[in-house]
């Protein structure tokens, strides 16, 4: 396939072979979208397992009734930062370093639009993430809930400094992901090779595009929510104290009208990895790529206007309430329009299953399973019933465990070659998906049960004799460990095949997309010329006559 | 806590006119899940099966799409809500209907980490043992006193959340006499998992006579150690958080104690209540409830032990 690489520098196999990257010096003043991509997800990878650890402590608390193995204050700190760290410190930098890393070599650029800004976001990410786990030595990790609900947020009822670092780090992060979402727009939308017009975009880069929008558009709720804890527990303000003239629920329009934005924010990317995956592995192009962008930009639209659902038990008027069930379930239209095109585009394929086809497959039955419990929690009356509760629990880990993590290990199985140099171990790799799925749906399939038996959510622990309840737990925290151990087995894989994996080439899986047609890892300078970009699919062409070319979005050929 | 007597705790036991009726909803909701999530699996089974890659596979025929089947599906899955989405509106509006002028028969107030219950109609204050009459439509309004709590009761189907500033309606129905337990539901701070609900359900007339009984003011104690401890209670700071109706305590920082000898648990159902557990929790409540704003006194054990007997006899 050399005879596809666009670039002159055709020797390098590793990351060891590009002599700008070496030394730490390199990496740390580094402006380099690859660099800084890799560094990205390299963090938000530490954290997935530093996260995982914390809801291992979780799961063994919670594995027998009256269960002392860590106190009720340590617990509390844990769950909270469990959820901040997957949401803010895992979920947040993997798809934005994915994104920086991956959009300029998707649509033939050599950088970023500005570079110096995407430096800027990852540091101050970085710093801000740190200032939070700083805590646990400066006084107390904060012990809310990753939605810290006032007026429990107030300095009379958490006096330990944990809230006000969780909100100065939340601030810093926040404006981190905006810079790089406005970095994303602007490259996606000034940097295009000539050709490559917007609907010959990958759908992955599509689907990022609109969630840098979500990203600039919910963020500034958080950040106003977040100034205002603050003000209340620094300066003495009451915005969240109602025996001062405050209102709890402000808290939660701010937070929720990020926070349900955030869950699509981190869903998107998942979504966009899979589009490239399944095409790829089944050779076939993906099925209806117009309604994918369509549904993607409707679920946008929609995502805005959803978050009351996550308010429905706080006794809101009926038709307040049934106006946001109404747009909660709209938005399932667009995601099922989602799960019926992978599927169409499986079918009739030739499915290839490695290791990220076999990922991108189990998130399409564990998304959609996901997609079901959220319809529920739609359906106010039963909103009412489960919210809250373990149900809750397993709802999102299917969509954010199940789905969005499962859809970024695909991608990771994926791109690693392109990234690195060097292919994953397959071999590791269907022993760490087995044990994924077994443990995953294990540990959380389990909790539906548990909700509908009433555990609600963040307890530390549990009454003896509560019908159910101790079997349920102790099964699913004994498949945590299987869980678990699946991630390390699958950060083992990592640091293991970039020193002794397989070197894979400039495109080892025949993909079609511009990222492939420049040698593994890309030089700095990505391209030296390029393919001329006439579909979505640039690197078919070369090897298909142009009447077999793949239509455009919109379905119609390009 | 002892919950033997207690009912199977599920979503799926009605206990009120109003699970019922999310119980229908919810039927309903499961079904067409399982259907769906059927199709969806059947069809990536099929898949997997059918198109896994073979050996001298042509290149698969690059279907681009089909419009008509792409609205086909939209529509169908539109359809689908659409009539979940009816249903889901005309229960919400058969569960809580206009309050109108009605007045509450019950007012909980979600306390950091304990239940305060109101009965206005009846002048009755207690705490953390609510008990109902079957088979009358209920008004319950639900307050917080402190922080965000949620009171739910599994099988009494809707939870409310407990918010300062910012009283909640709903009602309840209960059609089955029983005990029927749950816990506090949106996360409060330190104790929130040791923040427990018991609702007992009698019939009318039980009930009647248990709102009679609470309505009296307990004898004075009789027994040499019970009156000893009556003097202890209203001469340390017990008073300053606790109140006893006929007594001089007064204060409504913590739980009503005008019967607790007539409650089988405290510490909103952490330990059951017998007088050594009660002498205990005197002695220091921290170690029942880590947190919790009652401190440990500092009593000698055999003054708390008498403060447990005076409290005892609190029928």
């Known amino acids: 396939m050399t005879e596809l690489v666009f670039t002159k520098q055709k020797n390098i196999n590793t990351l060891n072979d590009i002599h700008e990257y070496h030394g730490l010096w390199s990496w740390v003043t580094s402006v380099d979208h690859k660099q800084i991509g890799i560094m990205y997800i390299g963090t938000g990878l530490i954290f997935l397992l530093i996260a995982a650890l914390l809801a291992l402590v979780i799961r063994i608390q919670l594995m027998v009734p009256m269960n002392h193995f860590v106190s009720q204050s340590a617990y509390n700190q844990i769950f909270t930062m469990h959820g901040t760290t997957m949401v803010f410190f895992m979920g947040m930098p993997i798809l934005l370093g994915m994104t920086v890393y991956l959009e300029p070599l998707m649509i033939g650029a050599r950088d970023m639009a500005f570079p110096r800004l995407n430096a800027f976001a990852y540091w101050i990410f970085l710093f801000g993430a740190l200032l939070l786990y700083f805590s646990f030595m400066g006084g107390g990790a904060p012990s809310a809930g990753w939605f810290a609900y006032p007026p429990l947020t107030e300095k009379a009822f958490l006096f330990d400094p944990g809230t006000t670092y969780w909100a100065l780090s939340l601030l810093l992060v926040g404006v981190g992901s905006v810079a790089t979402a406005i970095n994303i727009i602007v490259t996606a939308f000034t940097l295009r090779a000539p050709g490559m017009s917007m609907n010959r975009i990958p759908l992955f880069l599509w689907m990022m595009v609109i969630d840098s929008f979500l990203i600039i558009f919910a963020l500034p709720g958080l950040n106003a929510a977040l100034v205002m804890i603050l003000f209340d527990r620094l300066l003495h303000t009451h915005f969240f104290a109602p025996n001062f003239g405050g209102s709890a629920l402000l808290w939660q329009h701010l937070f929720w009208f990020f926070g349900h934005p955030e869950v699509y924010i981190l869903i998107m990317p998942g979504w966009g990895a899979v589009s490239e995956v399944i095409p790829v592995f089944c050779r076939k192009v993906i099925y209806g790529a117009g309604f994918m962008a369509a549904s993607t930009v409707a679920i946008g639209f929609l995502s805005m206007g959803v978050w009351v659902h996550h308010m429905f038990a706080t006794g809101l008027d009926n038709t307040t309430l049934y106006v946001f069930a109404f747009t909660s379930m709209l938005i399932a239209i667009p995601t099922g329009v989602k799960v019926w095109n992978w599927l169409a585009t499986m079918w009739g394929g030739s499915i290839r299953f490695t290791t990220a086809m076999l990922f991108a497959t189990a998130f399409v039955l564990q998304f959609t399973i996901g997609g079901l419990t959220g319809v529920a929690f739609a359906a106010v009356p039963i909103d009412w019933q489960l919210t809250d509760t373990y149900f809750v629990v397993a709802h999102f880990h299917y969509v954010l465990l199940g789905g969005l993590v499962f859809a970024l290990i695909s991608g990771f199985y994926y791109w690693y070659p392109k990234v690195t140099g060097r292919m994953l171990s397959e071999t590791i790799g269907k022993w760490h998906f087995w044990l994924s799925v077994v443990g995953f749906n294990g540990t959380f399939f389990v909790l539906h049960i548990l909700g509908l038996l009433g555990m609600p959510r963040r307890v530390w622990t549990y009454p003896r004799g509560m019908h159910g309840w101790a079997e349920l737990n102790m099964f699913s925290s004994i498949c945590s460990f299987i869980l678990v151990f699946s991630f390390f087995l699958f950060a083992y894989n990592l640091v293991y095949s970039f020193f002794k994996g397989k070197i894979a080439g400039p495109n080892p899986w025949s993909a079609w997309t511009l990222e492939w047609a420049t040698t593994s890892p890309p030089p700095p300078e990505n391209f030296d010329s390029l393919p001329a970009v006439n579909s979505r699919r640039p690197l078919w062409d070369l090897t298909h006559e142009p009447d077999e070319r793949v239509a455009g979005i919109g379905g119609q050929p390009a | ?315």
């Open chain 2, 1 to 315: 806590m002892d919950i033997t007597n207690a009912e199977f705790t599920s979503v799926y036991l009605f206990a009120t006119e109003q699970a019922k009726v999310i119980g229908f909803l919810h039927y309903a909701d499961l079904v067409l899940s399982i259907i769906i999530a059927l199709i969806v699996g059947g069809i990536l089974a099929y898949v997997i099966v059918r198109f896994r890659e073979k050996p001298g596979d042509a290149e698969p025929v690059q279907d681009h799409g089909n419009t008509k089947l792409e609205i086909g599906w939209t529509v169908g899955t539109g359809l689908i809500l659409a009539v979940l989405g009816v249903l889901t509106a005309g229960v919400m509006y058969s569960m809580s209907p206009p309050l109108g002028t009605n007045q509450p028969d019950v007012i909980v107030i979600g306390h950091q980490w304990w239940w305060e219950y109101r009965y206005p109609k009846l002048g009755i204050i207690t705490a953390n043992e609510l008990f109902l009459p079957q088979g009358m439509n209920l008004l319950f309004e639900v307050r917080g006193a402190d922080v965000v709590h949620s009171f739910w009761i599994p099988a009494f189907g809707q939870k409310m959340d407990a918010i300062p500033g910012h009283p909640n309606f709903l009602f309840y129905k209960p059609i089955r006499s029983g005990i029927y337990l749950g816990t506090c539901s949106e996360y409060c701070g330190a104790d929130h998992g040791l923040m427990r609900i018991i609702a007992t359900v009698l019939p009318v007339a039980r009930f009647n006579a248990w709102a009679h009984g609470q309505a009296q003011v307990p004898p004075e104690p009789t027994v040499a150690q019970a009156i000893h401890g009556k003097q202890l209670f209203m001469a340390n700071t017990c008073i300053q958080c606790h109140s006893i109706s006929g007594t001089g305590a007064k204060a409504r920082v913590g739980p009503d104690l005008t019967h607790i000898g007539s409650r089988t648990t405290l510490g909103s159902g952490v330990i059951p209540n017998d007088l050594p557990s009660l002498a205990s929790w005197i002695t220091n409540p921290q170690k029942f409830k880590p947190g919790c704003y009652m401190p440990n006194m500092r009593l000698k054990p055999a003054d708390a032990h008498d403060i447990a007997a005076y409290l005892e006899t609190l029928k």
